[in-house]
Nanobody
Framework: QVQLVESGGGLVQAGGSLRLSCAPS????????MGWFRQAPGKERDFVAA????????HYADSVKGRFTISRDNAKNTVYLQMNSLKPEDTAVYYC????????????????WGHGTQVTVSS
């Protein structure tokens, strides 16, 4: 059973930065495409960013493009989400997800999920 544990969430003022980390409990991390999603209260879970198994390809939601950066360190079995210039509308629970398929923006394509980490951006 693959387990994913997110860390790095918290409370930050608008314009600030946070870095989320996710470390899946897998033997071969580079067999998994990785994604970050977020869910605000009363809303659906939305795609934020994804990165391919080798790290050579990334994709971002338009709402975070230019502000967020997804990266991975396959030697450390860790994927990161660097979030800069945070806005109050970025407030949500952020989830890390892993897929054995090609990385994707659709939540349904990811087989494994973390429990989420809260990010709150105050105005």
């Amino acid at each position: 059973q693959v387990q994913l544990v997110e860390s790095g969430g918290g409370l930050v003022q608008a314009g600030g930065s946070l870095r989320l980390s996710c470390a899946p409990s897998v033997q071969t991390f580079n067999n998994y495409g990785m994604g970050w999603f977020r869910q605000a209260p009363g809303k659906e879970r939305d795609f934020v960013a994804a990165i391919s198994k080798g790290g050579g390809s990334t994709h971002y939601a338009d709402s975070v493009k230019g502000r967020f950066t997804i990266s991975r360190d396959n030697a450390k079995n860790t994927v990161y989400l660097q979030m800069n210039s945070l806005k109050p509308e970025d407030t949500a629970v952020y989830y890390c997800a892993a897929t054995t398929r090609m990385f994707n923006i659709a939540p349904a394509m990811y087989e494994y999920w973390g429990h989420g980490t809260q990010v709150t951006v105050s105005s």
